[in-house]
């Protein structure tokens, strides 16, 4: 149990006044939800959507933390969440044939098959709208030389998810 929960600890650390501030691995599923509430509540910045996945993930002495609490953090400690989850490959290479190996944030291997427009709206139709990423990881990637599935795709480690989805952003702006 202990070790079950030191690794669903993304990041933690102490407040001045001595509170306890944990914020908790995810899964990408959890990540699109997140984003789709935050959109839903009028957040439209970049800045604010990953604000609220962050208060989402945070907990403040063992508590599920409020946005008020959140925005109340030192800046110092807010800016420190939002960077943990501001992620991307590292590594990245490019082979003759278009193929993208890079290492993802849990320092798996991630390969890329080269893209066009097509491949973004077929990924739509696959499993909808809301489901286009994973949809995209299912038909483009291959993490430590095996195909992801749909369901894979939606249960992978969430910081993974969020650098394959800036790097299918970059390179396949919708």
């Given amino acids: 149990q202990l ?45 604010k959507l990953i604000s609220h996945m962050a208060a989402s993930l945070t907990h403040i002495d063992g508590r599920q ?11 110092k400690d807010g800016l420190s969440i939002v960077e943990k989850l501001n992620v991307g490959l590292k ?20 390969s890329v098959k080269p893209s066009d427009y097509g491949t973004l709206l077929d990924a739509e139709d696959l499993h909808g709208e809301e489901m286009r990423f994973f949809s995209m990881i299912e038909m483009l990637c291959t993490i430590d030389g095996k195909s992801v599935d749909f369901v894979d795709a939606q249960l992978m480690d969430g910081l993974d998810y969020l650098a394959i989805q800036a790097y299918l952003n970059e390179s396949n702006p919708s």
């Fill in 3 to 47: 070790m079950q929960n030191i690794m669903s600890i993304l990041h933690e650390f102490k407040t001045k006044d001595g509170r306890t501030v944990t914020v908790n691995r995810f899964q990408a599923k959890a990540a699109t939800e997140l984003t789709q509430q935050a959109i839903n509540a009028g957040q439209k910045s970049g800045l």
């Fill in 65 to 75: 933390a409020s946005m008020a609490e959140f925005r109340a953090l030192p800046m």
């Fill in 91 to 110: 590594d990245i290479a490019v082979d003759k044939d278009g193929v993208t190996t890079a290492n993802l944030p849990s320092g798996k291997t991630l």
